[in-house]
């Protein structure tokens, strides 16, 4: 048995979760060059393993996006139909004040015009 | 950290419509479940892509999540799942195939890297070459050897046969132990 043949499965046996076949089992007792990739392998895997509890961390705003994106129908219709009362309500101000205004100017004109005539 | 019977209870409410739960929930797992993410995609905007679709599924689905597993388990499958659908995607409408087996760079031909550098430089190099695997093989590896799901879920995720999960798991730790332990013949022979 040549070394090319035992290598793929010396990745499937590292996890030690199978047994390589007998051939094999003897091949790589016996060969220093299988032993060391099996070694390799071995902790190949317990660095693999280690990634496990090591975190990227993700940029800013991706909790916020992904709670937006979660936020229930009802919730959006209620936000929406609260800035639609707001945006009424301004408008009813706006034109009031607007109202007012013009009504102090024309006000202020009719009585320039009134004291220019007397 | 919270202890596994907290997520429990967590789960229980949002399973009862307790959307605050559910949000508590995100708080707790979003990091973990961008890592996996990130990880199998390989890319940060598109690992974001793949959390945000992952917690709407769960989301959706979480009525149907019967306690079997680990809450973090399930939301595993389910990145896995959303991952591999938005890879491919993005290889039908990408231009630039990756190369099936790509160049392998030599790190240092003389010495055993997990001599030469510490702990986390070993992780820095395990993570960079990871991201060099074909995502097909990455996809396994991360989610067998890092994240510990068993073959039957792997393949059931990623739309392939239990045995082909195996074969690809098998070169991936090929390819990865070739990128990280690029040693001569004579070399291995007398590192033993």
Request: aromatic share 4%.
């Amino acid at each position: 048995m040549r070394c090319e043949s035992v290598s793929l499965q010396l990745a499937e046996i590292a996890d030690g979760l199978n047994r390589l076949p007998l051939d094999a089992e003897r091949h790589v007792e016996s060969c220093l060059r299988c032993q060391a990739e099996l070694v390799q392998y071995r902790r190949l895997l317990r660095a693999l393993t280690s990634l496990r509890g090591h975190y990227l961390a993700p940029d800013d705003g991706l909790l916020e996006d992904i709670l937006a994106a979660l936020r229930p129908p009802a919730t959006v219709h209620r936000l929406h139909r609260r800035s639609r009362k707001a945006a009424y309500l301004g408008g009813i101000a706006a034109a009031a004040t607007a109202g007012a205004a013009g009504a102090i100017v024309i006000a202020s004109r009719l009585a320039a015009r009134q004291s220019l005539a007397s | 950290m919270l202890e596994s019977a907290d997520v429990d209870e967590l789960v229980e409410r949002a399973k009862a419509g307790d959307h605050l739960a559910f949000e508590q929930l995100v708080r707790l797992t979003y990091t973990d479940t961008y890592t996996l993410a990130y990880r199998l995609v390989g890319d940060e905007e598109d690992a974001r892509d793949v959390v945000q679709e992952t917690y709407l599924r769960a989301h959706k689905g979480l009525k149907r999540f019967r306690g079997d597993a680990q809450f973090s388990t399930w939301l595993h499958r389910i990145t896995a799942n959303c991952a591999n659908t938005y890879l491919g995607r993005r290889g039908r409408h990408s231009h630039d195939l990756l190369p099936d087996d790509p160049v392998i760079a030599d790190l240092n031909p003389q010495r055993d890297p997990e001599q030469r550098v510490g702990l986390g430089d070993l992780r820095d190099q395990l993570s960079a070459a990871l991201l060099e695997l074909p995502p097909k093989l990455r996809a396994v590896v991360v989610l067998r050897d890092i994240y510990d799901l068993p073959h039957e879920t792997i393949a059931d995720q990623l739309g392939i046969t239990e045995s082909a999960a195996k074969v690809r798991l098998h070169r991936a730790r090929k390819r990865l132990r070739e990128r990280l332990y690029p040693l001569g013949e004579e070399e291995e022979a007398r590192a033993v």
